[in-house]
């Protein structure tokens, strides 16, 4: 795990370059570690723990970085879209937002709707074999939607009766258009990459995309000269120029999708941008609330309109288009986008996490290969969970050579029984897999490879009888410096790896566990001369620490690492329950007060108030967050209002930064209007905007941009 995090903050610090990183990504070392994230869930019967979805996300952080690169990255685009799959799916934000590494100007999206990935599920019909555990049946997304939708209205639904519009899911880079209205001479194109989802920063590409600013992305009929518009693409390029591309040049691109990223990571475009095409997904104006479906998409490619029931319809739609043909030239695609169309559910369901939850990507299947087994070897994880990762002769397999691939646990690993030389069955398209099939045989008199009965960190004991096996040394190494990688990613202290505490806690100065973070300003500069520190980082990583020092209540306790209670279950026991209530029944220990507290906050069953009473029971555990508290700003967000101090809905403009003010006021920044919203926010007013009319309607009070700023701050 050190060399992964090492890799990432010498990415982040431009120590590193982006070849460089993808060179290191195809080594031994990082394929372990790779393999450790990506497969772990797939045998597993239990879901992730928080602990372990904030390792995935560091590993996600990287990916992204390289996914927005012109580097050809050896990990495939579907390894890098379970890995943000499975973080949505485990109800766990991306952390870490897709980073871009380049010099282009950063800017906030406007649109922050046409930003966001879809839900994915893969397969159609309920006799399809799963492969994978992770990976959702259709029926799977619509049972959750129909219960979101029953929550949200009252009312029952089957979803397979509503029409859903069919579309290829077009396989290059997202961008977005921001048309700013003015006249021919001042309006204003802006377009941007997906970018950081988290902090709403994304690069500014116009000086790419320029050349397409003459083309009516707005139908003539449906322009409004007063209106901003939001237009979301999916910028492409043909296999056929793809190829022509490389037969111009010494560097090979290995798809179209590449060359179309890294031609937006270019300072200076030079050929390659003729040879983009931007394929138009979506449109909004600057008052709508939900995006819809660009009429140049259905009018120019392949769509088709159905129910969601019909299933045949739906595959025989993918099976026509796993190539989409222009002008007798073909666009990659790696699915299909299915959107429900009836706009009342769609305002139902909503979107949560940058996702619409009214739409759905069906994924395409995974080719199979047999191998031989070389070893199977034990890695010892961030938290102490000790992941078997079966080592074979190479495959390639969709055009990557593949050579490991995790067991994920001891369970499985009981369950294939492995011995040196057998031949096993690898799966790919997400992840490299290993099963065993009619075809697969025992080695003659091959080894049974045998799990260790040692913790390959610290040599303590483990428990073989557990599913999960891990070192329950308190004093391991990877569990104390795990505890404070969870800190740090929960609470979003960047700049900080697995690499860099390692380092530290060799030398001492992790010995008090997470609070010894907020004890590093006084020891920088024993920092400063450690092995690829220096006097630049320390600083940096001093200065994250430090603006980390004032924290919501829900924020702290979901990141000190208490095992199975999220940062969104202290969100949910704090919207009950005062923190000084909270922290004065820690400090008398008064845990049967506590209990009967808990139990009566939504979504807190007994096991889990048990869990948590229980950490707070153990003195040592007390003792130290009692001290950690003390080095913090924890400020309380409890309301007694059941939806917090009110509802905030802003029109015709963004202002991250007043959106997150507010909300740290315990008010609750939203997108449409009703009769809960406290305030509308406009741009200007009387613009006739269709947020105007509703709140006029029902008698929302309207402010003007200054007058908000004036009256809440």
């Known amino acids: 795990m050190a060399s992964l995090e090492k890799t990432f903050e010498d990415l982040i610090f431009g120590n590193i370059t982006l070849k460089e990183v993808g060179e290191e990504l195809q080594t031994k070392e990082k394929a372990k570690l790779i393999n450790y994230f990506i497969n772990r869930d797939k045998v597993s019967r239990e879901p992730l723990k928080d602990s372990e979805l904030n390792q995935l996300n560091s590993l996600v952080g990287i990916l992204q970085i390289l996914y927005n690169s012109k580097v050809d990255s050896p990990i495939s685009d579907e390894n890098y879209d379970i890995l943000q799959e499975l973080l949505i799916s485990m109800g766990i934000p991306r952390l870490s937002g897709s980073q871009e590494i380049n010099d282009m100007k950063k800017e906030s999206h406007k649109f922050t709707n046409l930003r966001g990935s879809l839900n994915k ?176 998409l259905i009018r120019n490619f392949p769509t088709k309109v159905c129910r969601l029931s019909e299933r045949d319809v739906i595959k025989k739609f993918a099976d026509e288009n796993k190539w989409v043909y222009k002008n007798g030239m073909r666009f990659r695609t790696d699915g299909v986008v299915i959107t429900i169309l009836n706009p009342d559910v769609q305002k139902a369901l909503g979107r949560e996490n940058n996702i619409n939850n009214f739409e759905v990507a069906l994924k395409t299947t995974e080719e199979y290969g047999y191998s031989k087994v070389i070893d199977v070897e034990f890695q ?80 303590s004991k483990l428990d073989l009888d557990a599913i999960e096996v891990q070192c329950r040394n308190p004093n391991c190494p990877s569990r104390l410096i795990g505890r404070i990688l969870n800190y740090c990613n929960n609470v979003r202290i960047e700049n900080i790896g697995q690499q860099t505490l390692e380092i530290l806690h060799a030398v001492g100065l992790l010995d008090k566990g997470i609070r010894s973070l907020y004890k590093l300003k006084k020891k920088s500069d024993r920092m400063v001369d450690l092995d690829g520190f220096g006097m630049l980082k320390t600083k940096k990583i001093i200065a994250e620490i430090e603006s980390k020092r004032r924290l919501a209540d829900y924020e702290f306790f979901g990141a000190i690492g208490i095992e199975g209670i999220s940062t969104k279950t202290f969100k949910s026991i704090f919207n009950k329950i005062k923190y000084t209530d909270f922290l004065n029944m820690i400090n008398l220990k008064n845990f049967d007060l506590m209990m009967n507290q808990l139990l009566t906050v939504d979504g807190i069953a007994g096991k889990k108030a048990e869990m948590l009473v229980d950490y707070l029971k153990d003195t040592g ?93």
Not at 146 to 157: A, D, H, M, P, V
Not at 176 to 181: A, K, N, S
Not at 439 to 447: N, P
Not at 666 to 673: A, H, I, K, Q, R
Request: charged letters at 30%.
């Open 121 to 296: 599920v893969y397969y159609l019909f309920p006799d399809q074999k799963r492969s994978n555990p992770s990976r959702k049946y259709l029926d799977e997304w619509i049972k959750s939607m129909n219960t979101k939708y029953e929550r949200t209205t009252g009312k029952k639904i089957d979803l397979n009766d509503q029409k859903v519009c069919l579309q290829t899911k077009m396989d290059g880079a997202s961008t977005i258009l921001e048309i700013t209205p003015g006249d021919k001479v001042t309006t204003k194109f802006t377009w941007l990459t997906r970018g950081d989802t988290g902090t709403n920063r994304a690069s500014d590409v116009s000086h790419i995309m320029n050349i397409f600013n003459n083309i009516d992305w707005v139908d003539e009929g449906s322009f409004n000269e007063k209106d901003s518009y939001g237009i979301k693409f999916e910028t492409m390029m043909t296999e056929e120029n793809k190829d022509k591309i490389n037969s111009l040049q010494s560097q090979q691109y290995k798809n179209s999708r590449q060359i179309v990223t890294a031609t937006l990571n270019s300072v200076d475009p030079d050929f390659k941008v003729d040879y983009l095409y931007p394929v138009p997904l979506r449109i909004m104006k600057n008052d709508d609330e939900i995006e819809q479906i660009h009429p140049q």
């Open 380 to 459: 010892c994880g961030t938290f102490g969970y000790i992941t078997p990762v079966v080592v074979f002769h190479d495959i390639v397999l969709k055009g990557n050579t593949v050579q490991r691939a995790t067991l994920a646990n001891k369970e499985r690993f009981d369950e294939l029984n492995l011995h040196y030389g057998d031949v096993i069955k690898i799966g790919y398209d997400i992840i490299p897999n290993v099963s065993l099939d009619e075809k697969c045989t025992r080695a003659k008199g091959g080894r049974e490879i045998l799990f260790p009965q040692e913790c390959p960190r610290c040599r």
């Open 621 to 713: 555990k007390r003792i130290e967050l009692q001290k950690l508290i003390e080095e913090l700003s924890i400020y309380e967000t409890y309301s007694s209002s059941p939806s917090g101090i009110g509802k905030i809905v802003f029109s015709g403009f963004r202002n991250e930064e007043f959106k997150k003010y507010l909300e740290s006021k315990g008010y609750e920044v939203t997108d449409s209007v009703s009769s809960k919203t406290s305030y509308l926010v406009v741009k200007e007013k009387g613009s006739g905007s269709s947020k105007e009319v509703k709140a006029i309607e029902l008698g929302v009070p309207i402010l003007g941009i200054e007058e908000a700023l004036d009256m809440f701050k």
